[in-house]
């Protein structure tokens, strides 16, 4: 009787064992389960961030398209008035002799509406000055349709495309009023995807190449926020502070003035 006594408490313990066993691994395999879990929900909260901040960033483009195509109607002939060069800010007419320049466009919901006067003053000649020859034909018009398609692909979201045609347009027009415009939104796009590297290729070409035309105070802008990504800090308050000192009365400055690299 003692011996089945024995054997049955026995049995017992190592029932209880091999429950409190599995009981152990049941709570192991729901702990990585549950671990899982939350590791999968940080990544989808981490990725759907990452899409709001993209989002937000191409409605800024959108924003500023729609800005740029409202004030761009049609473009003006290149004069020859500057030695046949192209005129340094963009510009635009109506058909009537009015000249307007073409609305800055956002940069981080910032926007500036700077036009030239609407109306060209002709100063009088004194009676002695002999009379100017007669103005040399304008040079055929340069086709900016590859620049709206352009923009019209970044609203639509379809950004390879669109810097396609910023840097066919950008290529085959070096010296274009609409240049610096088309260097700087394949710049933005670049940036947009955190391609830093070549988002500051692009802005430098403005930097070095278009320096006192309407983008650049927003590429040296740009700059600098590449800087401060890169923890460059010295870098970037020189920048910020370059686009304070060359161009005071535009969005970038202000921008610029809230930025602290140091």
């Known amino acids: 009787m003692k011996t089945l006594f024995a054997v049955a408490s026995v049995s017992t313990l190592i029932g209880c064992s091999s429950m409190g066993a599995h009981a152990n691994a049941r709570t192991a395999s729901d702990e990585a389960a549950r671990a899982a879990e939350l590791t999968a929900l940080r990544v989808q909260f981490e990725e759907q961030e990452q899409e709001l901040r993209t989002v937000r960033g191409q409605l800024a483009l959108a924003r500023a398209e729609v800005q740029e195509l409202e004030g761009d109607k049609s473009l003006a002939s290149e004069r020859s008035s500057r030695g046949g060069r192209d005129v340094g800010l963009p510009w635009a007419s109506d058909g009537q002799g009015e000249l307007s320049m073409e609305p800055v466009l956002r ?79 394949s710049g933005e796009i670049h940036y947009l995807r955190h391609d830093y590297d070549r988002a500051l290729a692009y802005f430098q070409r403005i930097e070095k190449l278009h320096s006192w035309e309407n983008k650049a105070p927003d590429a040296l802008y740009r700059i600098g926020q590449i800087y401060l990504r890169r923890g460059d800090t010295a870098r970037a308050q020189a920048y910020f502070d370059k686009v304070r000192e060359q161009f005071p009365n535009t969005a970038a400055a202000r921008l610029a003035l809230r930025e602290d690299a140091s």
Do not use: C, K
Not at 115 to 130: C, G, K, N, Q, W
Not at 162 to 180: G, I, M, N
């Open 107 to 185: 940069i981080d919901g910032e926007v500036v509406d700077e036009r030239l006067p609407t109306t060209a003053e002709i100063p009088e000649m004194p009676d002695f000055v002999e009379p100017l020859p007669a103005a040399a034909s304008p040079r055929e018009e340069v086709n900016v349709d590859g620049y709206r398609r352009a923009l019209s692909l970044i609203r639509e979201q379809r950004f390879d495309e669109a810097l396609q045609e910023l840097d066919a347009f950008a290529s085959a027009h070096p010296s274009h009023p609409y240049t610096d415009n088309a260097l700087f939104w």
